[in-house]
């Protein structure tokens, strides 16, 4: 999901196919991916004994049923590819992938909080969060391939998203909570407040962003349809478990309960370290333990709001006149430095020096030097090596310091300032 700075603009073409399976790059891909020197460089293509032997029987017979699903989707991916392929529509699919991207979350997501909309925010970071966390789960569990390079052709600004597994799609299971979440929202908005036809054109817009990011996946050739199909489903039942929840404890106040926080933050290592482990190496695991962050940040920064700051939080947060837009100019910021400068060096010093917890990074290292190793001796994937204990403990706590310094320390900012 994360995208990189710089592009792969490296054109495949593989002469022993048939003409029939021409991929397009050979008119216009100058942002392609290279195609594998190998399939079993990507994971999830290895021979069925591969994953017998490593799995437990259930799951085992629930990926050789769903194989069945993907084992010719490659084909008929790139006749559509070659069928359908402008450079105007490489371009255009290319960037707005950018749309379901980690970086993009960070930076754009806590704009309804700085504008003093703090629910719609909760509601986000709970569907993209969960979301993201069982499509990444599911993604483990199944061990299933993407589409095959060649004869696909993958267009991408991420190189690493090649190294995941393909279904499900998390761009389909985001993409499908927050359509739901902002069709459902506005046509229960009172017409009084926004006209039907007005209503009918955000619909359309809103729409249109979905099949964007989900026939997208298509296109870029970086899923098949059974990854969009449970992505998708993926989304809908994280937006329904969330909305019975909010409904049920509507009136539930965290800043009551003392131990709110501790149970929070909790909870969140809990799952993480109950993540189920894949077969080989997939980076997705990564983007689960940020979301996961970021969800339980919000809910202890809410709960400080309503320990000692609740007019921070109240109506009256929102102000009237136009310095209100400045408010990201001093937030985007103050976010990016948490991010960028001062998180990692605070909190693994913390728990290395005060917590006492094992710095267990050296070994993982010298794991993956020697898995890389083999991979490029082998020309394959690598086993699941995952992530050092202090890695994940460690990124968990720096992106719950990101909706902390968002709901927390930018509202405050904005007081000094008279934003």
């Not at 009084?192 to 359309?204: D, E």
């Not at 333990?289 to 939080?313: H, N, R, T």
Request: net charge neutral; proline share 5%.
């Amino acid at each position: 999901m994360v995208a990189s700075v710089t592009v792969e603009s490296i054109k495949t073409k593989d002469d022993s196919l048939p003409s029939s399976t021409t991929v397009h790059s050979s008119s216009h891909g100058s942002h392609v991916l290279p195609a594998s020197k190998s399939l079993l460089v990507d994971p999830g293509n290895h021979p069925d004994d591969h994953f017998k032997s490593k799995m437990s029987p259930l799951r085992f017979h629930i990926r050789k049923y769903l194989t069945q699903f993907t084992n010719h989707q490659s084909i008929y991916l790139s006749r559509w590819q070659n069928k359908s392929s402008t450079k105007f529509r490489d371009l255009y699919f290319l960037y707005t992938a950018l749309l379901g991207s980690h970086t993009f979350y960070v930076l754009f997501l806590p704009m309804p909080v700085w504008f003093g909309y703090f629910e719609t925010t909760r509601d986000l970071v709970y569907l993209l969060g969960y979301s993201i966390y069982l499509s990444g789960f599911l993604k483990d569990y199944w061990c299933l391939p993407r589409p095959q390079s060649p004869p696909v052709e993958r267009v991408s600004l991420s190189p690493y998203t090649t190294e995941e597994y393909g279904a499900p799609s998390s761009h389909s299971a985001n993409a499908t909570a927050v359509t739901l979440y902002f069709l459902v929202h506005l046509y229960q908005t009172d017409n009084s407040t926004i006209s039907m036809m007005a209503k009918c054109g955000f619909t359309l817009l809103i729409l249109f962003y979905y099949a964007t990011l989900v026939l997208g996946r298509l296109y870029c050739g970086m899923h098949g349809l059974l990854d969009i199909i449970t992505g998708s489903l993926c989304g809908i039942i994280t937006y329904i478990i969330r909305m019975w929840l909010r409904n049920y404890f509507t009136d539930f106040e965290s800043g009551s309960l003392w131990w709110f926080p501790i149970v929070s933050f909790s909870w969140g290592l809990f799952i993480l370290f109950k993540h189920v482990r894949p077969i080989d190496e997939c980076p997705c695991f990564g983007d689960s333990v940020a979301f996961i962050g970021v969800a339980s940040g919000y809910e202890c920064g809410d709960w400080f709001l309503q320990q000692v700051a609740p007019l921070m939080k109240s109506d009256n947060f929102t102000v009237d006149g136009p310095k209100v837009f400045l408010r990201p100019f001093v937030a985007v910021p103050m976010v990016l430095i948490w991010k960028s400068v001062i998180s990692k060096p605070l909190v693994y010093n913390t728990l290395i020096k005060i917590v006492h917890l094992k710095d267990d990074r050296l070994e993982k290292s010298e794991l993956r030097i020697k898995y890389k190793k083999l991979t490029e001796e082998n020309n394959e994937c690598a086993a699941h090596i995952g992530e050092a204990n202090i890695d994940i403990v460690a990124r968990y706590i720096i992106y719950m310091g990101i909706p902390i310094t968002v709901t927390v320390a930018c509202p405050y900012a904005f007081t000094l300032l008279g934003l």
